[in-house]
């Protein structure tokens, strides 16, 4: 848990599922998600061995996060808890 917990692993995770994201994008889907604290999972995630960081030589820098096939091990649980986050939902 230690790997994928936290408020914003998850959705991060979740994000990247659908394919490539760069940073921008990413805070666009993390309206309450701040700059700081983005960076901060992405960075651990990297660490992990969950997600892949390409950085491209150009002016102004372009980054692109995507997940390593090691972290797409994760999409039956990630889709599975967000099955079961919109059954809650409906029962509140």
Same mark, same amino acid.
Not at 4 to 7: F, P, Q, V
Not at 16 to 21: D, F, I, Q, R, S
């Given at each position: 848990m230690s790997v994928?917990?936290?408020?914003w692993k998850g959705v991060v995770l979740f994000q990247?599922?659908?394919?490539?994201?760069r940073f921008g994008e990413l805070r666009r889907h993390l309206p309450n998600c701040?700059?700081?604290m983005l960076t901060l999972q992405l960075r651990e995630l990297e660490e992990d061995g969950l997600v892949k960081? #390409?950085?491209f030589p150009e002016v102004p820098p372009r980054v692109e996060y995507e997940l390593t096939p090691?972290?797409?091990t994760l999409e039956s649980i990630l889709?599975?808890?967000r099955?079961?986050?919109e059954k809650?939902? #409906?029962r509140l």
């Open positions: 994928i917990g936290g408020r990247l599922l659908k394919g490539k994201k701040t700059q700081r960081r #390409t950085v090691f972290g797409h889709v599975g808890m099955e079961w986050g809650y939902k #409906t």
